[in-house]
C-alpha cells in the first residue's frame, strides 16, 4: 500500500506553489510564493549606496538580508521584535543567495533583501529563498542560476518531502536544502533532528529532487512573466513588442 | 567596526597548498589543531570546561535553576544555550548584545544537544506544567582563531559531563536545595561537532581562521556515538552532494576522535 500523508500527498510530493513576479510597485524586483499554506513576500532594492557608509566594501557589493515572520503568521501571535530564529535564518538565507551572485560587479554598494513570512505553514525559510532569487531576477540583478529551495525530513519513521506544518512539528528530522541550478551545488544545508547516514543520503537526494521541480516552476513563471506583456502588445498592434 | 583581513598571499598560499593536499601549519587535511580539554574551572558553576583547540579557546559554564517549562512541552527541563563572542576574544568583536554569529553558534551548538537528546529531559520535570528545571550553558569565547563552533560545542558537552546537581526537595511545586552531596547528571549521549573548509577542492578539518577566511566554504557536522547525524550547518560558499557525502565520512572519523579525547581528559 501507498503512504498517504495527512494531506493525502505521497512521500516525495510537494504541496502546490504558486509564484508570482513584480507584485510591489516601488520595490526594484520582487515576488510573491505560496508554497502549500506558507506565504512569503520578498522584496529586492539596491544596487543602492550603503548607509552606514563605513560597511561598503570596495571589493563588492554587500547583501543585507532580513527574514521576518509577520505578528499574524502564526497560530500564537508571534512579537514582531526579531527573534533568535528570525536573525540566523537571516544569515542562512543570505549564505544560500550569495553563491549565486557577483558582488565584484557592484562595489560600495549594497543589495538588500527583505523577505516577509506572511503566513507560515512549515518551510518558510524555503519558501524564502526561493521568492528571494525570483525577485533578485525581477530586479534585474545579474544571477548565476536561480536559487531553489525545500526540506526534506523524517517524519513518523518515514522519508518525506516538503514537510507542511503539522509534519514540521512533530517531524523527527528536518533538512531544508537549497540548490543553485546551473552549478548543482548546494547553497543552504541545515539539519535538525536524528538521521542515520542511509537517512541522510536519502533526505538529502529527495530535498534535491523537490529542489529541481521547484526551479521549473520558477524558470517558467519568469518566462510567463517577461513575455506576457509582449504577447499582449502584439495583439493590440499587430506587431512584435518587447518589453 | 574592523573586519578581519589576511593577506592575499597567505590566502592563495592556503589555496594552492590545499589543491595537493597539504596545509599551511604543516597539518594533514584530517587533522585537529592540538586539542586541550580542562574541567571544573569555575567552582561557582554546577558545571565548567575550557577548551583549547590550537590557540582558539572557549569557556563554557553551565547553571542549574528553577523555571517554567515552555507549554508545548510542559513535562521536560529545558535548555537553554547562549553564546558571547566576548570583545577581549578578537579585534573584530565588539561589545553589545550577541550579533547574528554568535545566535548561529548559540543555536548551533543547541541543536546538537537537543536533537542527540543529551540529557533526559523528562527527569528534569519538578511538576508538570509549572516547574522545571533549566540548564543553562553559557559559551565564553575567549580567544578567537577559528572554528569556534567545534570548540564550542567540545567544551559544552565536557561542561555537561563536569556538572553536578545539587541535592533537593520538592516542597509543595517548589525546589528547596538541601545540604549533601551533588550528584553528577546523567548523559545519554556524546554529541561533538566537526567544522570542514572547502579550499581548493580539499576539504580541511578543523579549518583556523586564516583558513576560514581563505576557504570557499564552510560546513560543520554534528554526529553522536552512534555515528547519527544530529545537526548540519553550512556557512558560506556552496557544496556538490559528493562533497557534502564526503564531509560527512570525514566527519565520521573525526568525531570519533574528539569523543576519545572527552574520554581521556
Known amino acids: 500500500m501507498i503512504y498517504k500523508r495527512i494531506d493525502g500527498r505521497a512521500p516525495d510530493e510537494l504541496r502546490p506553489i504558486k509564484m508570482a513576479l513584480g507584485v510591489l510597485d516601488k520595490a526594484d524586483g520582487s515576488a510573491y510564493v505560496e508554497h502549500g499554506g506558507t506565504k512569503v513576500l520578498v522584496a529586492v532594492y539596491g544596487p543602492r549606496e550603503v548607509h552606514p557608509r563605513h560597511l561598503a566594501s570596495p571589493e563588492g557589493a554587500i547583501i543585507r538580508c532580513r527574514y521576518h515572520m509577520a505578528p499574524f503568521s502564526t497560530q500564537e501571535r508571534k512579537n514582531p521584535a526579531p527573534s533568535r530564529r528570525e536573525i540566523e535564518l537571516s544569515k542562512v538565507i543570505r549564505q544560500a543567495l550569495t553563491p549565486a551572485m557577483f558582488l565584484e560587479l557592484y562595489p560600495r554598494t549594497t543589495i ?31 544571477l548565476k542560476g536561480l536559487v531553489a529551495s525545500c526540506a526534506a525530513g523524517k517524519y513518523q519513521d518515514r522519508i518525506i518531502l516538503d514537510l507542511n506544518d503539522v509534519e514540521d512539528k512533530g ?20 539539519l535538525n533532528g536524528l538521521l542515520t547516514e542511509e537517512e541522510f543520503q536519502e533526505a538529502l537526494n529527495l530535498a534535491l529532487k523537490g529542489c529541481r521541480q521547484i526551479y521549473e516552476k520558477q524558470k517558467e513563471t519568469l518566462m510567463n512573466y517577461y513575455t506576457a506583456p509582449a504577447k499582449e502588445l502584439v495583439s493590440e498592434t499587430g506587431q512584435e513588442g518587447s518589453k | 567596526m574592523s573586519i578581519n583581513i589576511i593577506p592575499q598571499i597567505t590566502r592563495e598560499r592556503i589555496l594552492e597548498l590545499a589543491g595537493k593536499g597539504r596545509r599551511i601549519d604543516g597539518r594533514s587535511l584530517t ?42 512541552t510542559p513535562d521536560q527541563g529545558v535548555l537553554m544555550v547562549n553564546a558571547e563572542l566576548v570583545p577581549l576574544a ?12 554568535a545566535l548561529e553558534l548559540a543555536r548551533v551548538v543547541d541543536r546538537g544537544l537537543r536533537e542527540s537528546k543529551v540529557l533526559r529531559f523528562e527527569d528534569l520535570c519538578i511538576n508538570p506544567g509549572k516547574r522545571v ?36 526537595k520538592v516542597e509543595g511545586s517548589e525546589v528547596v ?63 556538490t552532494p559528493e562533497e557534502v557525502f564526503k564531509s560527512v565520512q570525514i566527519a565520521k572519523e573525526a568525531s570519533s576522535y574528539l569523543r576519545e579525547r572527552l574520554k581521556g581528559g
Open chain 1, 112 to 142: 538588500d533583501i527583505f523577505a516577509e513570512v506572511l503566513q507560515a505553514d512549515g518551510g518558510t525559510r524555503c519558501a524564502c529563498v526561493t521568492a528571494c532569487s525570483l525577485a533578485l531576477a525581477d530586479a534585474g540583478i545579474p
Open chain 1, 171 to 190: 517531524c523527527q528530522a528536518d533538512l531544508p536544502v537549497a540548490w543553485l541550478s546551473t552549478t548543482g551545488e548546494i547553497t543552504l544545508l541545515q
Open chain 2, 31 to 72: 587533522q585537529f589543531r592540538p586539542i586541550k580539554i580542562e574541567r571544573g574551572l569555575i567552582k561557582k558553576a554546577d558545571g565548567s570546561a575550557m577548551v583549547s583547540i590550537g590557540s582558539t579557546k572557549v569557556l563554557v559554564g553551565i547553571k542549574i535553576e528553577t523555571g517554567e517549562p515552555f507549554p508545548d
Open chain 2, 90 to 101: 578578537s579585534p573584530t568583536f565588539e561589545p553589545g548584545p550577541p550579533n547574528e554569529d
Open chain 2, 133 to 168: 528545571f533549566v540548564v543553562f550553558v553559557d559559551i565564553y569565547v575567549l580567544d578567537y582563531d577559528g572554528n569556534l563552533f567545534d570548540a564550542s560545542a567540545l567544551a559544552s558537552i565536557a561542561a555537561l559531563m563536569d556538572t553536578k546537581m545539587k541535592p533537593y
Open chain 2, 177 to 239: 536545595w538541601i545540604e549533601g552531596e551533588p550528584v553528577p547528571l546523567s548523559l545519554q549521549h556524546y554529541p561533538v561537532s566537526v567544522t570542514m573548509a572547502k579550499a581548493d577542492g580539499s576539504l580541511l578539518v578543523d579549518p583556523s581562521l586564516e583558513e576560514e577566511q581563505s576557504a570557499d566554504a564552510l560546513i560543520t557536522i554534528t554526529m553522536d556515538e552512534q555515528n547519527r547525524l544530529c545537526a548540519i550547518q553550512k556557512g558560506q560558499g556552496s557544496f
